[in-house]
Nanobody, 122 residues
Framework: QVQLVESGGGLVQSGGSLRLSCIVS????????KGWYRQAPGKQRELVAR?????????KYADSVKDRFTISTDNTKNTVDLQMNSLKPEDTAVYYC??????????????WGQGTQVTVAL
C-alpha cells in the first residue's frame, strides 16, 4: 500500500517561510512525477510545483510561486520537500503531496497525501 505523509504546515506571518516535507512509502518501483498541489477554500486544487514532466530532473512551478518556492527531492529517502519563502496571505491553502507511480507519465497511477494546512496571516 502506498502512503504519502506530509508535515511542516502551520501558521506563519506574511513574508515568512515554511518547509513542507512528504515521505513516500510502500511498494513503488518507480515514480514518474512528484510534487505539491494546493487547494484554497472555494477554489479548485492547483499545481504548486512538480518534478519530472520533461525528464527526471525537470521542475515546473505555478507562476504565482516562481522565485519564492523551491521543490526538492531525495530519491534515496523517497521524500519530496517544498521550501516556501516570502509567503503571502494568498498562499493560504491545504497543501497536498502527490506522486504518479510508474515508469512513464502516461501510464502511471496517482497517489495523494492527506494534506497539510498552511495559513499566512497579514
Amino acid at each position: 500500500q502506498v502512503q504519502l505523509v506530509e508535515s511542516g504546515g502551520g501558521l506563519v506571518q506574511s513574508g515568512g517561510s515554511l518547509r513542507l516535507s512528504c515521505i513516500v512509502s510502500g511498494n513503488i518501483r518507480s515514480i514518474a512525477l512528484k510534487g505539491w498541489y494546493r487547494q484554497a477554500p472555494g477554489k479548485q486544487r492547483e499545481l504548486v510545483a512538480r518534478i519530472g514532466d520533461s525528464d527526471a530532473g525537470s521542475t515546473k512551478y505555478a507562476d504565482s510561486v516562481k522565485d519564492r518556492f523551491t521543490i526538492s527531492t531525495d530519491n534515496t529517502k523517497n521524500t519530496v520537500d517544498l521550501q516556501m519563502n516570502s509567503l503571502k496571505p494568498e498562499d493560504t491553502a491545504v497543501y497536498y503531496c502527490y506522486i504518479r507511480a510508474g515508469y512513464y507519465i502516461e501510464e502511471g497511477t496517482d497517489f495523494w497525501g492527506q494534506g497539510t494546512q498552511v495559513t499566512v496571516a497579514l
